[in-house]
C-alpha cells in the first residue's frame, strides 16, 4: 500500500508502530531521530509521516517545521504520535504542522484511520 516513515528515539515504540504499520499491509521505514527523518523523508518521500515529539536532539516540532519548509517534503502529511496528552500540546502540535494528532499508548484503530485519512488526501 503506501510507505510510512516512522519517528521515534523508543526501540519498543519503533518495533510496536512498525509491526502495527506492516500488519495493516504499509510498508514501513524507521528513524530514531529527529535529523535521520529529515533525510529519509528526502530519500524515501513517504506517504505519511508518524513522528514522535519527545526526542533527544531535534524535537518532533522542529522536525516538522523543516519538513513543512523543505520543497521535496512540504506535501508529506506529519501524523504527531505522542505520550503528550494535554490539549495545549495538540493545538500546538497541529500548529506546527501535524496533519493529526495520536496519543499514546496508541489506538490502533485510531492510528490507522487517521493514516488511511492522510494516505486518501
Known sequence: ?????????????????????EQSGHQAVVAE??????ELA?????????????????????????LGKR???????????????SEADRTWGLRQGAREYVTKPVNPNILLTAISEAVAA
Do not use: N, W
Open 1 to 21: 500500500m503506501a510507505k510510512i516513515l516512522i519517528v521515534d528515539d523508543s526501540p519498543v515504540q519503533l518495533f510496536q508502530l512498525r509491526r502495527l504499520v
Open 33 to 38: 531521530s529527529g535529523e535521520q527523518a529529515l
Open 42 to 66: 528526502a530519500d524515501h518521500s513517504p506517504a505519511v509521516i508518524l513522528m514522535d515529539i519527545v526526542m533527544p536532539g531535534m524535537s518532533g516540532y522542529t522536525a516538522t517545521r523543516r
Open 71 to 85: 520543497r521535496s517534503t512540504q506535501h508529506i502529511p506529519v501524523i504527531f504520535v505522542t505520550s503528550r496528552d
